[in-house]
């Protein structure tokens, strides 16, 4: 009787082991099964002869993230197996799509012959914040500094600039040619801003208290 029930308990884990297997992992696993995928980014602008990763998102029934290898296809430049966009040469309009298990999602891209031109502006007082930065040659071409002090010009056309600081109550104006080309990125265009005559190097904000 011992031995009987021991196989009979034996066979009943064999058997629960094998519909946890299967569940686990043939065709009644539900928590891999793709529902939805979306991509990241759903619209990019990348320069001609440039390039931008996106990345496809799949998830389950339950909205859990499934591991995927999507399928990818491009109407406008190339786009590899792992999701790596290649702009061309040629400026437009078009679609990336990622599938997986018949299910689809489709971004905008646009290729543009126009840059952008990124930096910071500084001075002895640190990062220079909410400093307006533009083209001398465009001053419509602008943007004001960050809390990092970061800059990004965009949809500049391929060109030889001036970029200039605005002159402020805190900074004098100061400026930097930059040579930018088609599609291009340029980055590392600094700005060292010098303050105004009277002006502490260090904020007043930030002077150590003293105690007699």
């Not at 040659?137 to 602008?142: A, I, K, T, V, Y």
């Not at 949809?155 to 400026?175: I, K, L, M, N, R």
């Amino acid at each position: 009787m011992a031995n009987s029930s021991f196989r009979s308990t034996l066979v009943f884990y064999l058997f629960a082991i094998a519909v946890s297997a299967f569940l686990l992992f043939g065709c009644g696993d539900i928590s891999s099964t793709s529902s939805s995928i979306t991509i990241s980014p759903s619209s990019a602008t990348v320069g001609v002869n440039q390039s931008k990763v996106f990345t496809a998102i799949v998830r389950n029934s339950l909205g859990q993230i499934v591991s995927s290898d999507p399928s990818w296809s491009a109407t406008i430049g190339s786009i590899s197996t792992t999701g790596l966009f290649s702009a061309g040469n040629t400026a437009g309009t078009g679609q990336i799509t990622a599938t997986c298990d018949g299910k689809s999602d489709a971004a905008t891209v646009t290729v543009t012959e126009h840059g952008w031109i990124e930096g910071i502006a500084q001075s002895n007082q640190g990062v220079a914040q909410g400093i307006k930065i533009y083209l001398r040659e465009s001053p419509s071409l602008l943007d004001y500094t960050d809390s990092s002090g970061k800059y990004s010009l965009a949809d500049v056309p391929a060109g030889t600039y001036w970029v200039v600081s605005e002159v402020t109550a805190t900074f004098q104006s100061t400026s930097l040619e930059v040579t930018l080309s088609r599609g291009q990125t340029t980055t590392g265009n600094n700005l060292y801003l010098p303050l105004q005559p009277g002006i502490p190097d260090v904020p007043t904000t930030t002077l150590p208290e003293f105690t007699i």
